[in-house]
């Protein structure tokens, strides 16, 4: 049981089928909400009903009841703060994007408040998407959320929160990948690339290819070898390089 105060709900200490109305409650809405719940421990929706106005009297309910209501004022119904629960999808790869999923328990919803926070960082907010960076690798990300009552933004229901996964690298690619010098013997090519989504760490597995006139493609001995030298065996040929992160 609860009573409606100017749109805040104060609790009444009754948690029976029946409620005696007291003085001080009168010319106040009454909220009940029933919620069941069964042998096992395992509640189900949640329902709940407002009443009119309460009066100290019959006559002053008949009154109660010829008075219209203003067209733009939200019934006390509305103005319950909002109760929901939130978990973010299964994403947890740099470059991937996360999204925030809330289902709506009770109340009706407004525009929420939603932080996403690396550590104490604050990262991102007022959306249901972010997408993993670098620098959140090895992190969860936490995402607060508080959600705002749709009638009237001054009444917001409990913060809750969840977290991401735990945030891993991305694969590396190989990008800008380029043989440098000139194509002459006794001259030395070098080979040139950079990796995306990958620290600095990363090892590359270099293998060198000489491409024949009649097609044939025949491996070099240099493999992870970043240069190679030109001689006589490689004329008239082609060289192919081939780089894996």
Known sequence: WAIDKHGTLQALSNAGPHLTLTEDQIGK?????????????????????????????VRDAEEEADEPEAPDSPRAADLIPPRVKIWCDDTRVVGQTVTLHCKLLDGEQGNPHVQW?????????DTFK???????????????????????ASITGQTC??????????????????????????????????FVGADSDV????????????LWTLPLPNDDQKSLTLGPEHVPCKIKVKVTP
């Open 29 to 57: 809405k009454i909220k009940v909400q029933f919620t069941p719940l069964n042998q096992g421990g395992k509640m189900g929706k949640a329902e709940y009903y407002i009443t009119k106005r309460t009066v100290q009297d």
């Open 117 to 125: 926070v690396r550590g104490s960082t604050l990262v991102a907010e």
């Open 130 to 152: 972010y997408q993993l960076k670098r620098e959140d690798v090895g992190h969860v990300i936490k995402v607060h959320y508080t959600p705002v009552c749709k009638h009237d």
């Open 161 to 194: 929160y969840t977290t991401t996964q735990s945030v891993l690298p991305d694969k590396p690619t190989v990008d800008d990948l380029r043989i440098l010098g000139t194509l002459v013997t006794q001259s030395t090519i070098n080979v040139s690339y950079t």
């Open 203 to 214: 090892e590359a597995k270099i293998r060198w290819f000489m491409l024949t006139p009649d």
